[in-house]
C-alpha cells in the first residue's frame, strides 16, 4: 500500500502563493502517475493537475491553467503543487493521489488508488 501525506497548506491573502508536498510511503512512486484533487465544503471533490511518471506530460483544470503548476522528484518520493495567484475560490482542502491506470487522461478520482489524508488551504479576499 502506498501510504501519501500532504503538508504546505494554510492561510494566504488573495494574490499570494503556497507549495503544497505530497511525500510518499510504503512503494516508490515512480511508476504511479500521480495528482491533486481539492474538496471545499458542500462540493464534490475535483481535479486539479497531474503528472506522468516521468513528468513528461502533464493535465490540468481550467480554473488553475497558468496559476499553478505539478512537479514531481522520484529521488525524494515527493510530488509538489506550486501554487501561485490564489483566489478566495482556490479555498479547499487540498488531496495527493496515486494511480498505474490512466488512459488518455488522468483526471478522473475514480482512476486513483491511493490518497492522502488532505491538507487545508484557505484564502482570504
Known amino acids: 500500500q502506498v501510504r501519501l501525506i500532504e503538508s504546505g497548506g494554510g492561510l494566504v491573502q488573495a494574490g499570494g502563493s503556497l507549495r503544497l508536498s505530497c511525500a510518499a510511503s510504503g512503494r516508490t512512486i515512480n511508476s504511479y502517475f500521480m495528482g491533486w484533487f481539492r474538496q471545499a465544503p458542500g462540493k464534490e471533490r475535483e481535479f486539479v493537475q497531474a503528472?506522468?511518471?516521468?513528468?513528461?506530460?502533464?493535465w490540468y483544470a481550467d480554473p488553475v491553467k497558468g496559476r499553478f503548476t505539478i512537479s514531481r522528484d522520484n529521488a525524494k518520493n515527493t510530488v509538489y503543487l506550486q501554487m501561485n495567484s490564489l483566489k478566495p475560490e482556490d479555498t479547499a482542502v487540498y488531496y495527493c493521489?496515486?494511480?498505474?491506470?490512466?488512459?488518455?487522461?488522468?483526471?478522473?478520482?475514480?482512476?486513483?488508488?491511493?490518497w492522502g489524508q488532505g491538507t487545508q488551504v484557505t484564502v482570504s479576499s
Open positions: 503528472i506522468s511518471q516521468s513528468g513528461g506530460t502533464t
Open positions: 493521489a496515486a494511480t498505474q491506470k490512466c488512459s488518455r487522461a488522468c483526471y478522473s478520482p475514480v482512476l486513483y488508488e491511493y
